[in-house]
C-alpha cells in the first residue's frame, strides 16, 4: 500500500517563503509522477507543478517562477518550495501520486497567505 504524507503549511506573510513536502512510503515502485495540486475556496482543484521519475518538471503560469519542485530520492521525498507567495496561493495542498493512472492523494495542507 502506498502513503503519502504532506508536511503542516501554515500561515505566511505576503512575499514569504513556504516549503512542503511530500514523503511517500510502501509500494512506491510505481509512481512515475508526483503532482502538487491546490484548491481555494470555491474553487476547482488545480494543478500546480508536477515533477516526472526522470526530473522533469512543470508548472502552471501563475506559480512559474515562484515555486520550485524537487525531488530527495533517498528520502521519497518530494519538495514545494514556494516563493514571494501572494494571497491568491492560499488554498488547500495536496500531493498525488501518479503511476499509469492516480495512484493516491496525500492529505491537504492548509495554506493561508496573509498579512
Known amino acids: 500500500q502506498l502513503q503519502l504524507v504532506v508536511s503542516w503549511g501554515g500561515l505566511v506573510q505576503p512575499a514569504r517563503s513556504l516549503r512542503l513536502s511530500c514523503a511517500a512510503s510502501g509500494r512506491i515502485f510505481n509512481i512515475i509522477a508526483i503532482h502538487w495540486y491546490r484548491q481555494a475556496p470555491g474553487k476547482q482543484r488545480e494543478l500546480v507543478a508536477e515533477?516526472?521519475?526522470?526530473?522533469?518538471?512543470s508548472y502552471v503560469d501563475s506559480v512559474n517562477g515562484r515555486f520550485t519542485i524537487s525531488r530527495d530520492n533517498a528520502k521519497n521525498t518530494v519538495y514545494l518550495q514556494m516563493n514571494s507567495l501572494k494571497p491568491e496561493d492560499t488554498a488547500v495542498y495536496y500531493c498525488?501520486?501518479?503511476?499509469?493512472?492516480?495512484?493516491?492523494w496525500g492529505q491537504g495542507t492548509q495554506v493561508t497567505v496573509s498579512s
Open positions: 498525488a501520486a501518479v503511476g499509469t493512472t492516480l495512484l493516491d
Open positions: 515533477i516526472s521519475s526522470g526530473g522533469s518538471t
